[in-house]
């Protein structure tokens, strides 16, 4: 039968209910990080906080932040929260930007996040007949690992694909049928491309939805890939800090992420001042695990810019939603001293008629920055007419400039010679720090 939600009693649990929990919750938590994590009793100490003064999440704001500079200042042990034998998994970023973060789970823990998964699954429609081709990448990063889980716990069939080899993801997603598919949206669209110049058109594949995240996206490259897959496209947030995806996810309303409340306190503050801000106000999204054992964040700082919405929702879930993220404070570019974030470019290209697939080249030439974006061609658009193509990057420009307030110098390139990525998408080339 068609379940609408994997755990109801929670995930349509009456407001008072969902605080009640969160309150019996908290207390517990920081009693065990308390006892347990040094590095984080420190902060409290110095900030002169007991968990006795913790009484409910009325009170969290008394406690101190953690930041990405803790985590790697308590890599890789420090923030530990139960002993190392009591752990069975670790899990890890990339580390491309600089970051390593390596998280910690117990049997109980991978539990907890398989559940949020499962839930992400069941709201983009998953039951026990649909197949779930998952190909986020398997091993260190969290995609792989945490809709597998969910995958399992739903009763999905799961085509444990990982990212990559693109044309064996083509078979196995036509030979069995794979009716729901897992990836960043970035490979979700090169599958779409991919099926296309094989000849496939939309409704030769199976799939019905697919679920997308781990990096940004927008609404506009949301509708181009519902329409190269024929399917409807969900978004799912969370980080490795976390536990990975599953944090938040979306439902069939398509508005907003609902945030697995009882696992995750939320709080968005703003990130110059830390000042907890009312729901509505954009800020820095900050996360407190309320039930992890083995890395129980309190107050994570995730750097994620987004906005809260209370209002209920229609598909019953009374979880609060948060927005896509709009980007990260560490994310945004600043050229001549303008904010320019890579999702308003992805805006205007996909508005513009133009495919998801582009470059941004930031430089610095005595002393002034150059910002060149790399744009393809759509293949039906392609031309050696030299004055067409200087027509059509003149008027790109425009558009740019308009959303931007700040000109790039617009580059048309031919079909698919921009190299595009397994998982998560590189679109930004910042050559200026290699001189600084
Ligand atoms: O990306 C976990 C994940 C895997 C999420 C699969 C969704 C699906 P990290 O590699 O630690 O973990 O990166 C976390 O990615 O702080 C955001 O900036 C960004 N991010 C994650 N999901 C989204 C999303 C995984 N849906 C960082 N939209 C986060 C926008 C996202 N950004």
Redo the contacts with the bound molecule.
Sequence with gaps: MMKRYFQPEIETASRDRILEIQNEKIVRQVRHVYDNVAYYRNLMDQKGVRPEDIHGVQDIHLLPFLSKADLREAYPYGLLGTDLKNCVRIQS??GTTGRR?VAFYTQADIDLWEDCCARAIVAAGGTEEDVCQVC?GYGL???GA??NGGSHKVGCLTLPMSSGNTERQIQFMMDLKATIL?C?PSYAAYIGESLEERGFKPEDNHLKAG???????TEEMRQSIEKSLGIKAY???????TS?????FECEEQKG?HINEDHFYVEIIDPETGEVLPDGEKGELVFTSLDKEAFPLLRYR???ICVLNRTPCSCGRTHVRMS??MG?SD?MLIIRGVNVFPSQIETVLLKEGYTPNYQIVVDRERHTDTFDIYVEFRPDQFTDLMSEIQRMEKSLEGAMRTMLGIGPKVHLVAPRSITRSEG?AVRVVDRRKLHD
């Design positions: 970023t990339s973060v986020y990063f969290t995609g945490g809709l897992c960043t679920i997308f995240g781990a990096e940004p996206w978004d799912i947030y969370g980080l490795t800090e990975g995806p599953g944090v938040a992420m995730t750097r994620d896509k993220p990260r994310d998560k």
